[in-house]
């Protein structure tokens, strides 16, 4: 029974990434999001180059949170619609561990592709060299809490019709802890001071909402259906 | 006891015993409000330091103290419900949630009107700000994804599983002037290290955070009875007690 867990986890990972391989906007949208909620900064805030400096972390993180909030709904919406997702719950498999597969394929597809580009819009906003790396580093740390904090409010919100105002409402308060932290570490590191603190409670928001999170989002989608 | 706690969860028993219970807690409160305002207003000395504008303390930190204490009833009778399914818990902790967000919203107010003689600011971005903001946030939040489900019992659970979850940031909130050093003040008032306040400045503090926890719960009362009747409108017992009057 184990054993086949792990294969309906496997499975469960391989048929979520075909279906977003298949279907380019699911990836490709957020990040495009992405590029063109960075360039509007610029434009609106003017382009001296010193102010872009020192705000560049602050935008990335908010954009970047943006982004991967406003492709939430794709981790469960589509399935729920089709009744895929009541299958999943009376299926034999741990349903926790489905929902794991479904969070962490979240991540690969629409988190992943946000800490490759953002060396290029960091550069973009003239963040220095030193910060850039960091900032990857925050967002390797910060994207996967998103996902996982994300997938919650997707849960309570997926049998309504209109959730998606109400799921911002729901998930940016919970999301607010990382953005702090996120671009927080950046702006210390740039600073020269010691970032290892900002990483450190970063990485133990990473690993508590890893553990305690899909709970709660395999209950909500009990609840919702 | 077991068994006067089990009978007190039907909704029936608890308007009863509540009715009863009502008019010494809503008197409590007011005498404690009573002794509570005059002795904080008047009585008590003025800070050497911050003149009277100190006196807010007296309204601002009890309404921050129930905001996380309101929260924790609502996420633990969420709990309650959840687990053993019971109607009643569900009402009081709809009925906290209206309560919680007014206690923060009272917090944040009083304490930006407080900031600015003392810090010369309305606001800052400190950490404990910025968690009790978050906290007004998830009361609404709750607020506004129970009203979204129509139907009255997914709405129930799910609003539980969201209170559950916010509970993460009371801690946050609570430590939150330990663990970063900001321009809020920390804490001068605790269950280990005792208090810090001169005594003629803490028991009019003590006194208001009860007269606080005595409205809190009178509050809750009726707000929860109020709900028990629009729920049970069609119960016979309704129907008769609307017949006596």
Same mark, same amino acid.
């Given at each position: 029974?184990?054993?086949?867990?792990?294969?309906?986890?496997?499975?469960?990972?391989?048929r979520?990434?075909t279906?977003?391989?298949?279907? %380019?906007?699911?990836?490709?949208?957020?990040?495009?999001?992405?590029?063109?909620?960075?360039?509007?900064?610029?434009?609106?805030?003017?382009p001296?180059?010193?102010?872009?400096?020192?705000?560049?972390?602050?935008?990335?993180?908010? $954009?970047?949170?943006?982004?991967?909030?406003?492709?939430?709904?794709?981790?469960?919406?589509?399935?729920?619609?089709?009744?895929?997702?009541?299958?999943?719950?009376?299926?034999?498999?741990?349903?926790?561990?489905?929902?794991?597969?479904?969070?962490?394929?979240?991540?690969?597809?629409?988190?992943?592709?946000?800490?490759?580009?953002?060396?290029l819009?960091?550069?973009?906003? %003239?963040?220095? $060299?030193?910060?850039?790396?960091?900032?990857?580093?925050?967002?390797?740390?910060?994207?996967?809490?998103?996902?996982?904090?994300?997938?919650?409010?997707?849960?309570?919100?997926?049998?309504?019709?209109?959730?998606?105002?109400?799921?911002?409402?729901?998930?940016?308060?919970?999301?607010?802890?990382?953005?702090?932290?996120?671009?927080?570490?950046?702006?210390?590191?740039?600073?020269?001071?010691?970032?290892?603190? %900002?990483?450190?409670?970063?990485?133990?928001?990473?690993?508590?909402?890893?553990?305690?999170?899909?709970?709660?989002?395999?209950?909500?989608?009990?609840?919702?259906? | 006891?077991?068994?006067?706690?089990?009978?007190?969860?039907?909704?029936?028993?608890? /308007?009863?015993?509540?009715?009863?219970?009502?008019?010494?807690?809503?008197?409590?409160?007011?005498? #404690?409000?009573?002794?509570?305002? /005059?002795?904080?207003?008047?009585?008590?000395?003025?800070?050497?330091? =911050?003149?009277?504008?100190?006196r807010?303390?007296?309204?601002?930190?009890?309404?921050?103290?129930?905001?996380?204490?309101?929260?924790?009833?609502?996420?633990?009778?969420?709990?309650?419900h959840?687990?053993?399914?019971t109607?009643?818990?569900?009402?009081?902790?709809?009925?906290?949630a209206?309560?919680?967000?007014?206690f923060?919203?009272?917090?944040?107010?009083t304490g930006?009107?407080?900031?600015?003689?003392?810090?010369?600011t309305?606001?800052?971005?400190?950490?404990?700000?910025?968690?009790?903001?978050?906290?007004?946030?998830?009361?609404?939040?709750?607020?506004?994804?129970?009203?979204?489900?129509?139907?009255r019992?997914?709405?129930?659970?799910?609003?539980?599983?969201?209170?559950?979850?916010?509970?993460?940031?009371?801690?946050?909130?609570?430590?939150?002037?330990?663990?970063?050093?900001? #321009?809020? =003040?920390?804490?001068?008032?605790?269950?280990?290290?005792?208090?810090?306040?001169?005594?003629?400045?803490?028991?009019?503090?003590?006194?208001?955070?009860?007269? /606080?926890?005595?409205?809190?719960?009178?509050?809750l009362?009726q707000?929860?009875?109020?709900?028990?009747?629009?729920?049970?409108?069609?119960?016979?017992?309704? =129907?008769?007690?609307?017949? =006596?009057?």
């Amino acid at each position: 029974m184990k054993n086949s867990s792990l294969n309906a986890f496997r499975a469960m990972m391989y048929r979520d990434f075909t279906l977003a391989m298949r279907n %380019h906007s699911e990836w490709a949208n957020p990040l495009f999001f992405f590029i063109i909620a960075c360039s509007l900064f610029p434009l609106g805030i003017g382009p001296e180059s010193n102010t872009l400096e020192r705000i560049a972390p602050g935008i990335i993180w908010v $954009t970047a949170l943006l982004a991967s909030m406003m492709s939430l709904e794709s981790i469960f919406r589509s399935d729920f619609e089709d009744g895929y997702l009541e299958q999943l719950v009376l299926s034999p498999y741990p349903f926790t561990l489905l929902v794991y597969a479904k969070i962490l394929v979240h991540w690969v597809i629409t988190g992943i592709p946000l800490i490759l580009l953002s060396p290029l819009l960091g550069a973009a906003l %003239h963040l220095p $060299t030193d910060g850039i790396g960091l900032l990857m580093l925050s967002l390797l740390l910060g994207t996967p809490v998103l996902s996982l904090i994300g997938s919650i409010g997707v849960a309570l919100t997926v049998g309504l019709k209109r959730g998606g105002m109400l799921l911002s409402l729901l998930v940016l308060p919970l999301y607010i802890p990382v953005l702090i932290f996120g671009a927080g570490a950046v702006d210390v590191g740039l600073g020269g001071l010691d970032v290892s603190g %900002h990483f450190l409670l970063m990485g133990s928001i990473l690993i508590l909402a890893f553990t305690l999170a899909p709970l709660a989002t395999a209950a909500a989608i009990r609840v919702s259906i | 006891m077991w068994k006067f706690i089990l009978q007190l969860t039907s909704f029936r028993n608890f /308007y009863r015993f509540s009715g009863r219970l009502l008019p010494w807690l809503g008197g409590i409160t007011l005498v #404690l409000f009573a002794i509570g305002l /005059y002795w904080s207003l008047v009585v008590a000395p003025i800070d050497y330091q =911050q003149k009277d504008s100190y006196r807010i303390i007296y309204i601002h930190v009890p309404a921050a103290w129930m905001s996380m204490f309101v929260y924790i009833v609502m996420a633990v009778s969420g709990a309650i419900h959840l687990i053993w399914k019971t109607k009643l818990s569900v009402v009081i902790a709809n009925a906290c949630a209206p309560i919680g967000a007014t206690f923060t919203f009272l917090a944040l107010v009083t304490g930006a009107i407080w900031g600015q003689p003392t810090w010369g600011t309305w606001w800052v971005w400190d950490a404990r700000l910025t968690s009790e903001l978050i906290l007004l946030f998830l009361y609404i939040g709750y607020m506004s994804l129970y009203s979204a489900i129509e139907d009255r019992a997914t709405a129930a659970r799910a609003a539980a599983i969201l209170a559950i979850v916010g509970v993460v940031n009371i801690p946050i909130i609570h430590y939150s002037v330990d663990w970063w050093f900001t #321009l809020h =003040q920390s804490a001068s008032i605790s269950v280990s290290k005792g208090s810090s306040l001169h005594p003629s400045m803490y028991w009019p503090l003590m006194i208001m955070a009860t007269a /606080y926890k005595f409205y809190f719960v009178t509050v809750l009362l009726q707000r929860t009875r109020n709900e028990i009747l629009e729920r049970d409108q069609n119960a016979n017992w309704v =129907q008769e007690m609307e017949k =006596q009057l």
